[in-house]
C-alpha cells in the first residue's frame, strides 16, 4: 500500500513511478461503482500478465467497506492468481479500515506512508477554497450546485478535513482569512440539513467580521438564509419561525451587498429574499424587493431572475386582491421566461 492523502501528490508520484518503471506496469483507476477488487482486476487483466499493478481510486468508491470485505474473502485469490508485485493507492482513512475490517489481509501487505509538505496542504486548502467560492459566487440565488459541480466530491471533502487535522498535528495554524475560508467551504460541502452546516457557516460568519471582509460577511449571511429556508421546509411545525430568520439573514446578505456598493452581487441574491417574504406573507416587503430586483436584472441582463421578480409582483398583486393587474404581471413573467428559453435553448426544427 502506498499511503497518501494528497490526491495532487499522489498523481505526481503515480507519474513519476510510470516514468522510472521500465516494464510492463498496468495501471487500473478504479471506477466508484465497483464493489469487488479482486473479481475487477481479473475481468480488467484478463490475459494479461504484468510485471506490475498499479490501482488507484479507492477513495471514490461508494461501498468501500463492502469492497475490502470482498477482498478478505478471497485473500488467497489474489496469492494465487496474481504472481507480480500490486501497488494500492489509498489514503489514511483507507488504511485504517485494511486494518479494522481485513487484518488478515494487511498484514500480507507492505505500507509506504508519503507524508505532504506543509506548504502543499496549505496551498491546497487555499486553492480548493477559492476555486468553491468563486463557482458559488457566480452561480448567485438561482442554483444550490452539488457537490460535483463544485469539485467537492466525498473523497476531496475527507482529503480538505485531513488536511487540515494534520495541520494541527503539526501545530500550524491557518491565518484568519484562509481558515473563514475553509469554515465555509466546509459547511458547503457538508449535508445542508445539518447541524454541523450551520455550526461551520456561523463560525465562517464570526471570522469574516474579525477580518471585517464585508462582502463574505454578505454572502455568507445568504447561505446561513438557505440553511433555515431548508430547515423551514423539513420541519414545518417551526416553518414560521425557521423562514421569518431565513429572511433576517437573507435581508442582511442584500443590504451587505448595497453597503459596499456591489449592485452585481445584489443582482444575484437578491430574489431568495423575495421568495421567503412570499411565503411569510410580507407582501409591502415583497413589493419592494421586487421592484429593485427587476431593476437590477434588467441593468445585468439576468432574464431569468427578472421573470421570477415579476412572479413575486403578480403575488403581490393578487394577494391584495387586483386580479387584472395580478394577471398582466404573470403575463409578463412567463413572456420573459419564454423568450429567454427560446434563446438559451431554441426549438428544434
Not at 64 to 78: A, H, Q
Request: one cysteine or more; charged letters at 25%; hydrophobic letters at 40%.
Amino acid at each position: 500500500m502506498a499511503q497518501c492523502n494528497n490526491l495532487s501528490q499522489r498523481d505526481r508520484l503515480i507519474s513519476q513511478l510510470r516514468e522510472s518503471f521500465s516494464r510492463d506496469l498496468a495501471q487500473l483507476q478504479l471506477d466508484e461503482s465497483v464493489d469487488e477488487l479482486y473479481a475487477t482486476i481479473r475481468k480488467w487483466l484478463g490475459d494479461q500478465q504484468p510485471d506490475a499493478l498499479m490501482v488507484w481510486g479507492l477513495e471514490s468508491v461508494r461501498d468501500i467497506d463492502k469492497l475490502l470485505v470482498s477482498m478478505g474473502l478471497v485473500r488467497e485469490e489474489f496469492r494465487k492468481n496474481f504472481p507480480f508485485p500490486i501497488v494500492l493507492w489509498v489514503d489514511a482513512e483507507i488504511s485504517r479500515k485494511f486494518i479494522r475490517l481485513i487484518p488478515d489481509f494487511e498484514s500480507w501487505v507492505s505500507l509506504t506512508v508519503f507524508e505532504t509538505a506543509t506548504q502543499e496542504l496549505i496551498d491546497f486548502i487555499q486553492q480548493t477554497s477559492e476555486s468553491v467560492y468563486q463557482k458559488v459566487l457566480e452561480s448567485g440565488a438561482g442554483i444550490f450546485l452539488d457537490d460535483t459541480a463544485l469539485g467537492l466530491g466525498e473523497s476531496a471533502y475527507q482529503e480538505l478535513v485531513g488536511a487540515r487535522q494534520e495541520l494541527l498535528k503539526r501545530e500550524v495554524t491557518l491565518e484568519l482569512e484562509l481558515e473563514a475560508n475553509l469554515e465555509f467551504v466546509l459547511g458547503r460541502a457538508t449535508d445542508n440539513s445539518t447541524e454541523i452546516a450551520l455550526e461551520h457557516y456561523q463560525h465562517s460568519l464570526e471570522l469574516w467580521q474579525q477580518i471585517n471582509n464585508s462582502v463574505r460577511v454578505a454572502h455568507t449571511y445568504h447561505y446561513l438564509g438557505l440553511w433555515w429556508r431548508s430547515y423551514a421546509f423539513r420541519h414545518r411545525v417551526e416553518k414560521n419561525m425557521a423562514c421569518e430568520r431565513a429572511c433576517s439573514y437573507f435581508q442582511q446578505s442584500v443590504e451587505g451587498f448595497e453597503t459596499v456598493k456591489r449592485p452585481d452581487l445584489v443582482a444575484k441574491f437578491i430574489n431568495a429574499w423575495g421568495e421567503v417574504l412570499q411565503i411569510l406573507g410580507r407582501w409591502d416587503e415583497l413589493e419592494t424587493v421586487a421592484k429593485r430586483a427587476i431593476e437590477l436584472h434588467q441593468t445585468y441582463s439576468y432574464a431569468f431572475r427578472e421573470a421570477r421578480a415579476y412572479g413575486f409582483l403578480a403575488e403581490f398583486e393578487l394577494a391584495k386582491n387586483h386580479y387584472r393587474q395580478a394577471k398582466k404581471l404573470a403575463q409578463n413573467a412567463i413572456e420573459i421566461f419564454n423568450k429567454t428559453l427560446d434563446v438559451v435553448s431554441p426549438p428544434s426544427s
